[in-house]
């Protein structure tokens, strides 16, 4: 089955900027899309389609995929883009979504 | 505004039944596919299960597939999850989604299933 690989952990300080990276098998043939999720709270879609933005999701994040690795990018980071992050796919070989395991994003 | 909101969670025994339910609103309802995706404590994220607008193409992850049954229904604008011989590692958080082209748009806000005896 298709595996996703995600860092546990990313770090970054305010006003930086943090990358996120999804790793997978050739996954800049698929489409990927990215969630976040905070404590205690439902996931909410922040990229799809590699690189799109929901309404409402601000412009500091922006998403890219090539070759076996898809990365979500948040510019300018605040307090409150800490949480966990999410990528995943539609794998297509086995009709299965695959999520990455998630990267804790710390904000020093 | 879309709604979706999660019932049927709750403590059952190993080798147990139960339910979820899923009431949709603010959208057409039979127009999306919907999924189930649950999360164990202090855990990722798990797709469990999806279903077409219609009520077909309907798919399953391999640790559910023979035990969890997915289907909707649309007049009633609910999502349902049928779960048999549940297992310890069933136990999670399960939410529903709305789906749009393999990814999920809307979340509902979970219902917690613990299997225990």
């Known amino acids: 089955s298709y595996v996703l690989t995600q860092p546990p952990s990313v770090s970054v300080a305010p006003g930086q900027t943090a990358r996120i990276t999804c790793g997978g098998s050739n996954i800049g043939s698929k489409s990927v899309h990215w969630y976040q999720q905070k404590p205690g709270q439902a996931p909410v879609l922040v990229v799809y389609?590699?690189?799109d933005r929901p309404s409402g999701i601000p412009e500091r994040f922006s998403g890219s995929n090539s070759g076996n690795t898809a990365t979500l990018t948040i510019s300018g980071v605040e307090a409150g883009d800490e949480a966990d992050y999410y990528c995943?796919?539609?794998?297509?070989?086995?009709?299965?979504?695959?999520f990455g395991g998630g990267t804790k994003l710390t904000v020093l | 505004e879309v709604q979706l909101l999660e019932s049927g969670g709750g403590l059952v025994q190993p080798g147990g039944s139960l339910r979820l339910s899923c009431a949709a609103s603010?959208?057409?309802?039979?127009?999306?596919?919907m999924s189930w995706v649950r999360q164990a404590p202090g855990k990722g994220l798990e797709w469990v299960s999806g279903?077409?607008?219609?009520?077909?193409?309907?798919y399953y992850a391999d640790s559910v597939k023979g035990r969890f049954t997915i289907s909707r229904d649309n007049s009633k604008k609910t999502l349902y999850l049928q779960m048999k011989s549940l297992r310890a590692e069933d136990t999670a958080i399960y939410y529903c989604a709305k789906d749009r082209s393999g990814y999920s748009i809307d979340w509902g806000q979970g219902t917690l299933v613990t299997v225990s005896s």
């Open positions: 995943q796919v539609w794998d297509s070989s086995s009709v299965h979504r695959v």
């Open positions: 279903i077409g607008g219609s009520g077909g193409n309907i």
């Open positions: 389609d590699d690189s």
């Open positions: 603010g959208f057409s309802f039979s127009s999306y596919a």
